[in-house]
């Protein structure tokens, strides 16, 4: 396993990892999302296999990583989804010919009551999940912004990367300092844009009137102004 970062309780924390089919020879890229532990093996999402984490001493660490959609990662798991897999669970072991549940529990619904009342199994057990549109979108706005660490890695092409550093070195600056400049100020008149058009709306819609009156009205004031005596006689 990676070198556990100082700022994490696990080593695997927010780390990119690398899992590979034994049958199929299939290499998926799954990351882990959270602070927490990973299975060493999961299933197989091509042959129905099962994978397992290799290169492990390589997994980079990626904690504003965006996972691509249709990609897997690893997320905490809520209560409610433990029940699920703790009755998938039971449901698939419970007559096994090798090791059955059943020979270990008086009862599935005491197999369920032991499995969840285990040593915190919501949050010791990860849940394995799609990367599906609403997951991404949430993860984005949601999860993923608990994790801000303040570094992040652009790519850009090698001559917008020599011009904002030619402008660095004219004004005096860092080079980082430049581009959270840039940044700010774009941000910021995308929001006094977004601001401006909100006012405007508000302003049509107090009109009691057509947007065409509005402009009318405004016109004619315009106009009105023109004519007026300027008082130098």
């Known amino acids: 396993m990676a070198k556990k970062d100082s700022e994490h309780q696990h080593a695997e924390a927010f780390r990119l990892m690398k899992y590979l089919c034994e049958e199929c020879k299939q290499v998926e890229w799954i990351w882990n999302s959270r602070d927490g532990v990973t299975p060493f093996m999961a299933r197989c999402r091509t042959c129905d296999g099962s994978i397992q984490h290799v290169e492990w001493e390589d997994d980079p660490y990626l904690p504003d990583f965006t996972p691509p959609p249709e990609s897997r990662m690893f997320v905490d798991l809520s209560p409610k989804r433990a029940v699920v897999l703790v009755r998938s669970k039971i449901e698939t072991w419970w007559n096994h010919a090798v090791c059955p549940m059943s020979e270990m529990f008086e009862s599935k619904n005491e197999a369920e009551k032991q499995l969840l009342a285990g040593k915190d199994y919501a949050s010791y057990q990860p849940d394995l999940v799609t990367v599906e549109a609403n997951v991404r979108a949430n993860w984005i706005g949601g999860t993923m912004a608990k994790h801000k660490s303040g570094k992040l890695v652009v790519r850009m092409p090698y001559t917008l990367h020599a011009s904002l550093i030619d402008e660095a070195v004219?004004?005096?600056?860092?080079?980082?300092?430049?581009?959270?400049?840039?940044?700010?100020?774009?941000?910021?008149?995308?929001?006094?844009?977004?601001?401006?058009?909100?006012?405007?709306?508000?302003?049509?819609?107090?009109?009691?009137g057509s947007?065409?009156?509005?402009?009318?009205?405004?016109?004619?004031?315009?106009?009105?102004?023109?004519?007026?005596?300027d008082g130098r006689g």
């Open 170 to 208: 004219e004004e005096g600056v860092s080079l980082n300092s430049l581009i959270i400049c840039k940044l700010s100020l774009m941000l910021g008149d995308t929001i006094l844009m977004k601001e401006g058009m909100g006012r405007l709306r508000e302003l049509l819609e107090q009109a009691k």
């Open 211 to 229: 947007a065409e009156d509005v402009v009318v009205a405004a016109v004619g004031k315009a106009l009105a102004r023109e004519h007026e005596p």
